[in-house]
Antibody
Framework: QVQVVQSGSELKKPGASVKVSCKAS????????MNWVRQAPGQGLEWMGWINTNTGNPTYAQGFTGRFVFSLDTSVSTAYLQISSLKAEDSAVYFC????????????????WGQGTMVTVSS | QSALTQPASVSGSPGQSITISCTGTGSDLGGSDYVSWYQQHPGKAPKLIIY???NRPSGVSNRFSGSKSDNTASLTISGLQAEDEAHYYC???????????FGGGTKLTVL
């Protein structure tokens, strides 16, 4: 069964860091890119960027540079999102989502989603 | 403010058809064949229902269909069912900065 399973909810204080994991199973981890998507409470989806799981090269969307880091541990088929210097406005659900490649081999959509990780930043 | 514009809400009765629009620009949706749609029930992860404008992943009902004309994409759901009540998001690849953008989401209510 193809799936990605994320780590559990986190409660952090402002200024702290958090690391969210996304463990893939049922497919070749390094054959599909992994994306990160943020959803603030009651809001829509926001693409944060993606990481090429074959090369380890991350790409960050505007607004997600500096404090946000994507990383991998291919030995355990896991992608990570680390957020440093947390702020209250970072409180959100963070999803990882696998890249769908179409018949041309182009990145086409996001086909397998993790269940989401709620990160709450509060003093 | 989302890059793609969707109506905040739509509604329909069981058995009816509804269409959700998604409007962008020539730099994103208008210039991309990579338009997708996602269904999200409360407290759940989004689910891919349409990719590459009008393709359905395996297992997705043929009641869902997609189309695109110029800078506007559309999702049509026919034969509405109670289980279709959810939020729907469009997404597109943007050539401008090789990024992906989402619409603000549309809440579908089945009356």
């Amino acid at each position: 069964q193809v799936q990605v399973v994320q780590s559990g909810s986190e409660l952090k204080k402002p200024g702290a860091s958090v690391k969210v994991s996304c463990k893939a199973s049922g497919y070749s981890f390094t054959s599909y890119g992994m994306n990160w998507v943020r959803q603030a409470p009651g809001q829509g989806l926001e693409w944060m960027g993606w990481i090429n799981t074959n090369t380890g090269n991350p790409t960050y969307a505007q607004g997600f540079t500096g404090r946000f880091v994507f990383s991998l541990d291919t030995s355990v088929s896991t992608a990570y999102l680390q957020i440093s210097s947390l702020k209250a406005e970072d409180s959100a659900v963070y999803f990882c989502a696998r890249t769908l490649y179409n018949w041309k081999g182009d990145r086409s959509a996001f086909d397998i989603w993790g269940q989401g990780t709620m990160v709450t930043v509060s003093s | 403010q989302s890059a793609l514009t969707q109506p905040a809400s739509v509604s329909g009765s069981p058995g009816q058809s509804i269409t959700i629009s998604c409007t962008g620009t020539g730099s994103d949706l208008g210039g991309s064949d990579y338009v997708s749609w996602y269904q999200q029930h409360p407290g759940k992860a989004p689910k891919l229902i349409i990719y590459d404008v009008n393709n359905r992943p395996s297992g997705v009902s043929n009641r869902f269909s997609g189309s695109k004309s110029d800078n506007t994409a559309s999702l049509t759901i026919s034969g509405l069912q109670a289980e279709d009540e959810a939020h729907y998001y469009c997404s597109s690849y943007t050539r401008r900065n090789a990024n992906w953008v989402f619409g603000g989401g549309t809440k579908l209510t089945v009356l």
